[in-house]
């Protein structure tokens, strides 16, 4: 069993680009959710999708925005980058409506620093 | 709205000490509390959990009783190890299922 891989681990961007942030969601796990932790904070939650639909969003510009694939793998998108935005971006997956209360898998995350 | 609040860090301690650290929620309802850990360069582990006031959560030598009169989810150890040293966080699964996490507690166990 495979757990949550993502990729890029580290990245470095000038302001105003974009970038893609990529996860692959533990093997059975229908449900992610992305989570940016800046530096000495806990993870703020970004959205979350199930089953490929977002199901739910936290207090984030639309620049942020995602996708999930048919196979439950998902993508980040960030656009016009900020210097805010450097943070460590943490992707989850957990399986089944209640994804909660099973706890979530974490991958190690990407580090994005914005320039 | 909904929040976790935990005690500030660092927390230092020597082997063998005795660890608390504790953690308070605000949430409508009754949500499933969690401790997680976080490992230097490493992402978030699940460490324990409790679904339910009066549910005690154990993992490793670690536990957590959900106390729904207090609003509080504390962890406990009776003895650490250089090991337990990471940043612990407290989180809550409010009742739109999404997880909300406290700031986190830094420990560090000398030997």
């Known amino acids: 069993e495979t757990g949550v891989t993502q990729s890029p681990t580290h990245l470095i961007k000038t302001r105003g680009q974009q970038v893609t942030l990529r996860c692959s969601s533990q093997s059975g796990h229908n449900t992610v959710s992305w989570y940016q932790q800046a530096l000495g904070q806990g993870p703020q939650f970004i959205f979350q999708y199930y089953r490929e639909e977002e199901n739910g969003r936290g207090n984030f510009p639309p620049r942020f925005s995602g996708l999930q694939f048919p196979n439950y793998s998902s993508e980040l998108n960030v656009n016009a980058l900020e210097l805010d935005d450097s943070a460590l971006y943490l992707c989850?997956?957990?399986?089944?409506?209640?994804?909660?209360?099973?706890?979530?898998?974490f991958g190690s995350g990407t580090r994005l620093t914005v320039v | 709205g909904d929040s976790v609040t935990q005690m500030e860090g660092p927390v230092t301690l020597s082997e063998e000490a005795f660890l608390t650290i504790n953690c308070t929620y605000t949430?409508?309802?009754?949500?499933?509390l969690f401790w997680y850990v976080q490992y230097p360069g490493e992402g978030l582990q699940l460490l324990l959990k409790a679904t339910k006031a009066d549910d005690k959560g154990s993992n490793k030598g670690f536990e957590a009783t959900y106390r729904k009169e207090t609003t509080s989810f504390h962890l406990e150890k009776g003895s650490v190890q250089v090991s337990d040293s990471a940043v612990y966080f407290c989180?809550?699964?409010?009742?739109?299922?999404?997880?909300?996490f406290g700031k986190g507690t830094r420990l560090h166990i000398l030997p």
């Open positions: 989180a809550l699964e409010n009742r739109d299922d999404k997880i909300i």
């Open positions: 949430a409508t309802g009754y949500p499933s």
């Open positions: 989850a997956s957990s399986s089944g409506r209640d994804r909660g209360r099973d706890g979530y898998t």
